[in-house]
Structure formats: C-alpha cells, structure tokens
C-alpha cells in the first residue's frame, strides 16, 4: 500500500486508493496473508480463531458492543468462522453480526469445527470464493 500519514484507524474498504500495482495482483491471490504463518510458528496466533482487529477498532468496539472483548477468550486466526460465513464487516452493524459468528466459534470450538473451517477456507481460496 502507498504509505501516508494515519490519523485513524480505517476499515480496509476505505482505503483502496492506496494499494499499489502489485497490491492487485498478490491481494487476490491471497499471498499477504501468508505472512500471518510467521504469526503462527512464533505462537501470536493459531490457524483458526477470530480474525484479528486494528487495536483502535477493537478498543472502540469493546466499548459500543456488549461481549466483543469475550472473541479474545481464544488467540486470533489466520481464519475463522466469522471469515468464511460473513462477508467484509465495515460498519458497526456489520461488525455486530460477525461478533455473533465469532462468539459462537468461541462457545462450540472444537477439532471438527476446526477441519471444517479449513477446509471451506480452502476451497475459499483455490475457487476464488468469498463467505456464503
């Protein structure tokens, strides 16, 4: 991304004016997320969990959304259940619906939920799918 000056946190659908050329090529490829397995090796992160957030959004939303703090109960995830069955949240509406699905991982998380969700977020990347 083009670096400039941040005065806040922006959610990533209002900043597509800064990706660059190559940006466009490696975002939908899904390479840079890749890098989140040095994440995981080190222990900051398991493969599948909450999706981690910007800290000044997840500070703000555990103050507007009653229970968000409870999706940091489990370490953040390369991806999650919220990833693969809701789409992009960049409101706080749609950020609310999502904690619903991370909540629930949190709650029913287990070793089968786990291979399911890899599995779809396999299928989600080889056959260019978003979330359902």
């Given at each position: ?63 507007e ?28 509406e ?20 786990d ?18």
């Open positions: 991304m083009k670096k400039q000056k941040k005065d806040k946190a922006k959610f990533a659908d209002q900043e597509q004016d800064r990706i660059l050329k190559i940006g466009r090529i490696i975002r939908p490829l899904r390479i840079d997320e890749s890098l989140q397995f040095i994440n995981i090796l080190k222990g900051d992160m398991s493969i599948v969990g909450p999706r981690p957030e910007q800290i000044p959004f997840a500070r703000q939303f555990e103050k959304i009653a229970f968000y703090s409870q999706r940091h109960h489990v370490k953040p995830g390369l991806t999650g259940w919220a990833q693969i069955m809701y789409k992009y949240a960049s409101n706080t749609e950020i609310k619906k999502k904690l619903s699905y991370d909540l629930w991982y949190v709650k029913n998380r287990n070793i089968l939920l291979l399911k969700i890899i599995l779809q977020t396999i299928e989600a990347v080889f056959w260019k799918r978003g979330a359902k």
